[in-house]
Structures are given as structure tokens and as C-alpha cells.
């Protein structure tokens, strides 16, 4: 393992110890000690930086630090920095405004966890534990680009009100969105499952894979995969549901090898044939995270499936619209003490990097979130059924209970296999009053610090599908805790790139989430001949900067000009392009978290504009330079404003044919008149625009020597 290896065989040579070597027989530290509880503080003047802070163990010896850029794939070989086990905090100077960092730390800890009865020496357990966080100043929006929400065919008409007040939510949030039907299944399909796949295909190669986010909603097919038990019980070996699945558009699945039979629960059976795909694992990268919301079978509820998903939507819908305070703070129901994987440690360590340590704290679950304060985070973990889990309660609880809590976790025995009646996976989603998003969080591991600089909860979901926490003897890029036996070390990797990984809820939602302001009226002007100066209002609300999108194609996507909003409400393009041209103008709010500050994005206000595809080499100081020494093209409109006509002055320098075209703001044309064989020299051209309403409109010409336009206003 690198360097991580040569840190331990350090260790081992100046600490006499006896390593526990039978764990469950010995007295294991909290799985809180399992998490590097990790946030930071910034600085941007007078030079910018990020001071990781994490929580103090006294079992820990060193702790070692690594960078890395968000957005590459995996952190060095080498950590960054080494520490001793006093430290609790490191400054990073190396930083820049506007980029997205990512920091693993680990600590070396040697915990007592007993005493030897013949030397009565302590007796010591080897761990290391691991805190993840994505810091940085000022990061630019996280993408939101275009979100499928397939809805079963019986529930598109009753939930039509619902669904379009959800759409008008995220296009208020930059997304774009489609919306397609797909076949009910109330049973295991295989059919069914081929034809929504093919849905999900088709959308994806027709948007050119701009998908962000799959959103389910109703009975739609649940796929089924693999020969898995992740609860580990022999009896619930075969096929688990498999949503993601639907997001790995790109991977092979085959259903001829996996023969399992006289399952305990006969939708866990998988036969060659039968529509139930053979691998256990993704067949490759999970491309797009999928979110379910199904309330099928859910009797313990009193309300209706139909009334349920009306009920989340409004649920949805308020937390969007900051309807109600959220504390950033999380809440912790272990009862899995004794298991060195450490099921809530993806809670200790991801919760933490929205509000600090002091924010997570360990509790009773219907207790602790009985209201009226809502917490944003909430896990619970107990030896499981299909309806509950040990110390936690059961589906009827949630269904009599109140849920104050918006992203959910839980684990136990069984009912991560989310496909059954009075699924406990599924029922918190349908508790009231808030409760959006759940996962089945322990094996393997989830990591949502992603989520505390403006991710996704879909995006997490994305991580935990794809990530590797070992391979090949070497740690992968997110790990939950390493334990050792001797010298040999065993990473906690159970369920790694598992198919059962999925999402109940909104994929789209995130952890912070406050309408941002919309740029109102939005001004385009050209400057002959390719520069495009465009100009807005600040809009009223919340609004601290502001993100330019160009695109020259309608079917094309939209390019970000600003790499980092800007705050000025003006921005001056230039483009060699012949034809009309597209510009978004999006605002953007600062939000703040224990991780760091980030933009987040509102609603994009667009304008066209109809540009030229000459260049400033061609036309030197905005126009051609001819023989004569005089200018080729438009010299002038006058008068401008014009009221019923105006007199276009036209430049040649060589014969020519011209058409005069007149286009409004929007680029339909107005007016076409053809000049046929007009002489070198100035001419004169009339313009009539006795019948164009008050505006703004561009003339173009087009002439043997190039395209030339000119804005002229009509006023009355």
C-alpha cells in the first residue's frame, strides 16, 4: 500500500503492543473513533487558504493528509503532509479562488480494546480510520444539466398538477427536464424492464449523454440482478432489486449463468432466461444516478399510493422552496455496536462536513426527530426484517410517527432488498412531515461530502455505486476504515460496486436549498464586426453573481463562458459565427457550509442574437480595409432611432449583388429586399419600417465581399 504501509511498519518498530487478533471477543471502540471527523475554514485574503480541522482521538498516532482536484479520479500515491497525533488542524496555502478541492485524511490509531489474561498486558486493535471532504473558495456551480422523470402510466394524469410544479422547481434551478410514461409493473417484468431501459437508452444517445439524474416515480419496473446476499444471510441469497442498473447504459448484462432457486423470497430466485441479469456488480460505471419514489404495497400507511406520492411531491416542493428552517445538523441511531466495519461511520464522517463535529450527535430516531426542529441528516442501523430494524422501530412506527429529518439513511438484515411489502427502506419517504431521500447505508460505505459544495444526493449515490475501496492490495480512492490482524491489513470493502446500491428519493435534491434570483430583462447588442455585448438588471432576491452560456446550435448544448461567475451585470463576447447565437444568463447565490463556499445555480434567462462570421484580422478595427482606402460595409443608419424609415449607407468595393434583411430580437426576419448588380462605392438603401412595432432590429446585408449588419431602434 505505498507509503500508507511503510507508515505502519514505522509505527510497529517503536510501539510495543499486542494486537488483538479475535475481535468480536474483545470490548471495540465506538464506530464514531472509525471516521475522521473533517470541516474547514477558509480564507481568501490576503492570500487564500483552507484550514482542514478534524476531532481529536487519543488512541490516534499520525495523521496524514491528501489532495487531490475534484475532479480527477483518484488521490496520489503520497500523502500531502504527516502529522502527529496531537494535531487537529493543517493550513493548505496552495489554493486558488474558484477551484474544488478534495482532501482524504487518515489516522493511525492503536485502541485498547482489552487485557491479555496471562501477561495482563493491554491488549491492542490496529485501525485506520479515514475522513473525506470537498473544500474550496468561491467553487463555480456544480453542473445541472438535463433530469428523465419516468412516471408509471396510471399515475401521470392524477399527479399532473404535482409533476408540473416540480418541473417549474428545477427549471427555477437550472435543470432541464423531461418527462416520459413508462409501463406499471406490479410484479417482477421482465419485458417491462427491456422497454424502460430502452426508454432510458434512447434519451440518453438522443441528449448526447447529457443526463444528470433518472428520476423514478410510481410502480415503475424494478429490474432485478446478481446472486447476492449483502445482509450476509445464506437465506437471502439470489437477485436483489437493481435500479442502477437503468444508469449503467453503458454495461453488458447478461442473464444466462445465475441458477438460484427455492429462494426464501421467491423474487430472489434467478434462473437463466428468466429477465433477471446474471452480475452482481455494475457491468461497468454507473453513468447516471436513478432515484425511486414507489409507495406500491405499502398498506401500513393509511393514505393511498396515490395520496403518498402527492404528499412527497409536496414534501419535495417546500424543501425547495425554503419553506421551513433546516438545522445543518445530524442525528445518529447505532445500534450495530460491536461490528469492526462500523455501519454508521458513513454518518460520523459525511455528516460532519456540512456543520463541523459539534453538528452530529448520536440519538434515538423517533425521539430525536419527533420535530418540530428538522435536521438535515439522519441514519439508524439495528438487526433488521423486511418492516424494521433492531432499535430503531418499524414501518408502522413510521407510518404513526413523525420524521423530521430531509436525507435519510438506515441499515439492517433484509430490507435493502427494497422490493417488498411495507418495505422499511421505502417507508420513510412515505412518513410525514419530512423525510426525501433514503439509503441503505453500511455495506458498502457512502460518501456525501460532495453534497456540502452543491452536489447532489444523486451524485453521491453515483460514488457509492462506483467506488472501489480496494483492489489489487492497493486502497481505492474512497475507504471506509482498515483494520489489521498481525501485519495483515483488511480493508472494510463489503458490498463494493454491489447492484443492490439505490436510491429512494429525489436524485436531484440537494443539501442547501434556497431559491435563487432570475435575470429579468436581458439586452443584446452587436458591435461590428463580431463582438456581442449583452447587459441585464440585478435581479431582486438572492443573487451574488451570474454564469454566461453560449451555444450557435438549438439542439446543441449550452457552453459556459465563465469558467467563474462573474459579479458585473454586463459581459462582452466575440464570436466569428455566421448565422444566430443563443446566451443564457443564469444567477448565482454564495452559500456557505463547514466545507467551504460555493455558487449555486437559478434559472437561466435566455436572448438570440444574429452574428457574422467575419474576423477582426479581415476587418481590421471592426471593418475591412479596401484599396481605396475606405471601409466595406455598413457606414451608417440613419436616423437611428428610426420612426418610419431610415436610410441604410452601404459601402462597396467591388460590383455586387445585395440582400438587405431586417431580423427582429428574436431572429425572425421582418423584411427581405434584393439589390441586383449594385456599382463600387457608396450606396444608399431605403429601409421601411412603417409597419415594425417599437424595438430593437438588426440589418444585415450580404454582399460579394462579406455580411455586414447594424442595429437600428424603431420609436414612435
Not at 463541523?356 to 425521539?367: E, I, L, P, Y
Not at 460532495?450 to 444526493?457: R, S
Request: aromatic share 10%; charged share 20%; with cysteine.
Amino acid at each position: 500500500m505505498g507509503y500508507s504501509m511503510a507508515m505502519m511498519r514505522l509505527l510497529v518498530a517503536f510501539l510495543t503492543v499486542i494486537v488483538c487478533t479475535n475481535f468480536l471477543s474483545a470490548q471495540l471502540p465506538p464506530h464514531k473513533t472509525l471516521a475522521v471527523m473533517t470541516w474547514a475554514d477558509l480564507r481568501e485574503t490576503p492570500r487564500p487558504s483552507i484550514t482542514l480541522k478534524w476531532d481529536f482521538n487519543k488512541d490516534g498516532k499520525a495523521v496524514s493528509i491528501w489532495k487531490k482536484l475534484k475532479k480527477d479520479e483518484f488521490f496520489p500515491t503520497d500523502p500531502i503532509v504527516q502529522l502527529d497525533s496531537g494535531t487537529v488542524s493543517w493550513t493548505d496555502t496552495d489554493v486558488e479562488v474558484g477551484v474544488s478541492y478534495e482532501y482524504r485524511l487518515l489516522r493511525d490509531m492503536w485502541q485498547v480494546v482489552g487485557t491479555d489474561s496471562i501477561t495482563q498486558q493491554p491488549i491492542y486493535l490496529h485501525r485506520w480510520a479515514f475522513g473525506y471532504i470537498n473544500s474550496g473558495i468561491k467553487v463555480p456551480p456544480a453542473t445541472r444539466r438535463r433530469v428523465l422523470l419516468l412516471v408509471d402510466t396510471t399515475m401521470i394524469i392524477p399527479l399532473s398538477q404535482e409533476i408540473a410544479t416540480w418541473e417549474e422547481d428545477l427549471i427555477n434551478e437550472g435543470w432541464q427536464v423531461t418527462i416520459r410514461t413508462v409501463q406499471r409493473a406490479e410484479e417482477f417484468d421482465s419485458g417491462a424492464v427491456v422497454r424502460t431501459r430502452k426508454i432510458i437508452r434512447d434519451e440518453i444517445i438522443a441528449g448526447k449523454r447529457d443526463l444528470d439524474a433518472i428520476f423514478l416515480v410510481g410502480r415503475v419496473p424494478v429490474p432485478y440482478s446478481g446472486d447476492i446476499n449483502p445482509d450476509g444471510h445464506e437465506n437471502h441469497l439470489g437477485a436483489w432489486p437493481a435500479d442502477g442498473t437503468y444508469g449503467d447504459d453503458a454495461g453488458y448484462y447478461t442473464d444466462a449463468v445465475v441458477s438460484r432457486v427455492n429462494a426464501s423470497r421467491p423474487a430472489n430466485e434467478n434462473l437463466p432466461g428468466d429477465g433477471k441479469f446474471d452480475q452482481s456488480q455494475f457491468a461497468s460505471l454507473v453513468r447516471t444516478p436513478v432515484g425511486r419514489v414507489d409507495f406500491f404495497n405499502m398498506p401500513d400507511f393509511t393514505k393511498s399510493e396515490l395520496e403518498l406520492l402527492k404528499a412527497y411531491f409536496k414534501k419535495d416542493h417546500d424543501f425547495r422552496t425554503a419553506q421551513f428552517s433546516v438545522l445543518i445538523n445530524g442525528i445518529i441511531d447505532d445500534n450495530f455496536q460491536g461490528y469492526q466495519e462500523g455501519f454508521s461511520t458513513s454518518a460520523w464522517r459525511g455528516f460532519s462536513a456540512f456543520g463541523t463535529d459539534t453538528s452530529v450527535s448520536a440519538g434515538d430516531w423517533f425521539g430525536s426527530l419527533a420535530g418540530p426542529a428538522t435536521y438535515l441528516f439522519a441514519h439508524g442501523c439495528g438487526g433488521g426484517t423486511d418492516t424494521s430494524a433492531g432499535g430503531i422501530g418499524s414501518t408502522i412506527n413510521m407510518a404513526t410517527n413523525p420524521v423530521y429529518a430531509i436525507h435519510t439513511q438506515l441499515f439492517g438484515s433484509y430490507f435493502g432488498d427494497y422490493d417488498t411489502k411495507n418495505n422499511f427502506l421505502r417507508s420513510p419517504l412515505a412518513s410525514s412531515p419530512r423525510a426525501l431521500t433514503c439509503a441503505w447505508v453500511g455495506r458498502p460505505a457512502w460518501y456525501i461530502h460532495h453534497m456540502a459544495l452543491g452536489e447532489t444526493v444523486g451524485y453521491s449515490t453515483r460514488i457509492a455505486q462506483n467506488n472501489v475501496s480496494n483492489s489489487g492490495g492497493q486502497i481505492g480512492t474512497y475507504v471506509p476504515n482498515v483494520y489489521f490482524n498481525g501485519n495483515q491489513a483488511q480493508v472494510v470493502n463489503f458490498g463494493d460496486r454491489g447492484v443492490h446500491i439505490a436510491l429512494m428519493g429525489d436524485p436531484t435534491l440537494r443539501a442547501i436549498m434556497k431559491p435563487v434570483a432570475i435575470v429579468g430583462q436581458l439586452t443584446v447588442t452587436t458591435e461590428y464586426p463580431n463582438k456581442i455585448n449583452l447587459s441585464w438588471l440585478r435581479p431582486v432576491g438572492d443573487v451574488d453573481a451570474y454564469q454566461v452560456f453560449r451555444r450557435t446550435n438549438p439542439t446543441s448544448p449550452f457552453v459556459l463562458l465563465t469558467q467563474q461567475p462573474i459579479t458585473a451585470t454586463s459581459f462582452r463576447d466575440s464570436l466569428e459565427n455566421e448565422g444566430t447565437v443563443e446566451y443564457r444568463i443564469n444567477a448565482c447565490a454564495l452559500r456557505s457550509t463547514a466545507s467551504g463556499t460555493y455558487y449555486d445555480l437559478g434559472r437561466g434567462t435566455t436572448t438570440t442574437v444574429l452574428t457574422t462570421g467575419i474576423s477582426d484580422a479581415s476587418y481590421a478595427g471592426g471593418s475591412r480595409e479596401a484599396i481605396t482606402g475606405m471601409h466595406a460595409g455598413i457606414i451608417s443608419v440613419t436616423p437611428n432611432p428610426a420612426v418610419t424609415s431610415a436610410t441604410v449607407t452601404l459601402f462597396l468595393d467591388a460590383s455586387s449583388n445585395v440582400n438587405m434583411r431586417v431580423l427582429d430580437i428574436s431572429g425572425a426576419e421582418m423584411s427581405s429586399t434584393y439589390f441586383d448588380n449594385l456599382s463600387a462605392g457608396k450606396q444608399y438603401l431605403l429601409l421601411d419600417a412603417t409597419h415594425y412595432t417599437p424595438g430593437v432590429y438588426t440589418v444585415l446585408l450580404q454582399t460579394a465581399s462579406g455580411t455586414f449588419t447594424k442595429q437600428v431602434v424603431v420609436a414612435r
